[in-house]
T-cell receptor, first 110, second 114 residues
Framework: DAKTTQPNSMESNEEEPVHLPCNHSTISGTDYIHWYRQLPSQGPEYVIHGLTSNVNNRMASLAIAEDRKSSTLILHRATLRDAAVYYC???????????FGQGTELSVKP | NAGVTQTPKFQVLKTGQSMTLQCAQDMNHEYMSWYRQDPGMGLRLIHYSVGAGITDQGEVPNGYNVSRSTTEDFPLRLLSAAPSQTSVYFCASIPSGTGKNGYTFGSGTRLTVV
């Protein structure tokens, strides 16, 4: 099963952009790249996902490298409510299996 | 729509007791999964189901049983609770297995085994 590598923690200032990196060098051609976040004492929340092209939604943007071996989650203007653990996960072709890593704990300073 | 509903929210068990954690979704999702999250750790996959009548093991299946008799429900059974099973349990669902859609997670069941 392909794995992802993320920094353990990152800091950001409120209202500044945040770039959360993820490496997935063993990704296969049919694996989707998913991002979830988990606020304290809550279940994981879907943020965004993509296959090859960059993706945008109301929460964030996902930039995927051309070789698909890395991706970056972009929060355009961090708020205090964005402080959470962010997980980058590969969704295997057969689905049903999201294998979580340790994630990146994002702290946002006012 | 209620999404993914987990019951109970909190539970305390004695060692050796059995219980069932309930998970129900009203989105007609084909795939459902159970995860556990220990303090300060990421989520680990216990069991998952790709449709009614079909289940498979995840990363940490020992001590747990599942069944999927309907599309809506995916209960998780602890056969003989142990302190090592103290954790927060999350259920999740997704429309299908192609990875094209994001997962919806329940709010969790916090289980303590004493």
């Amino acid at each position: 099963d392909a794995k992802t590598t993320q920094p353990n923690s990152m800091e950001s200032n409120e209202e500044e952009p945040v770039h959360l990196p993820c490496n997935h060098s063993t990704i296969s051609g049919t694996d989707y790249i998913h991002w979830y976040r988990q606020l304290p004492s809550q279940g994981p929340e879907y943020v965004i996902h993509g296959l090859t092209s960059n993706v945008n939604n109301r929460m964030a943007s996902l930039a995927i490298a051309e070789d698909r071996k890395s991706s970056t989650l972009i929060l355009h203007r961090a708020t205090l409510r964005d402080a959470a653990v962010y997980y980058c996960i590969l969704s295997y072709n057969q689905g049903g299996k999201l294998i979580f890593g340790q994630g990146t704990e994002l702290s946002v300073k006012p | 729509n209620a999404g993914v509903t987990q019951t109970p929210k909190f539970q305390v068990l004695k060692t050796g007791q059995s219980m069932t954690l309930q998970c129900a979704q009203d989105m007609n999702h084909e795939y459902m999964s159970w995860y556990r999250q220990d303090p300060g750790m990421g989520l680990r996959l216990i069991h998952y189901s790709v449709g009614a009548g079909i289940t498979d093991q995840g990363e940490v299946p020992n001590g747990y049983n599942v069944s999927r008799s309907t599309t809506e429900d995916f209960p998780l059974r602890l056969l003989s609770a142990a302190p090592s099973q103290t954790s927060v349990y999350f259920c999740a669902s997704i429309p299908s297995g192609t990875g094209k859609n994001g997962y919806t997670f329940g709010s969790g069941t916090r289980l303590t085994v004493v």
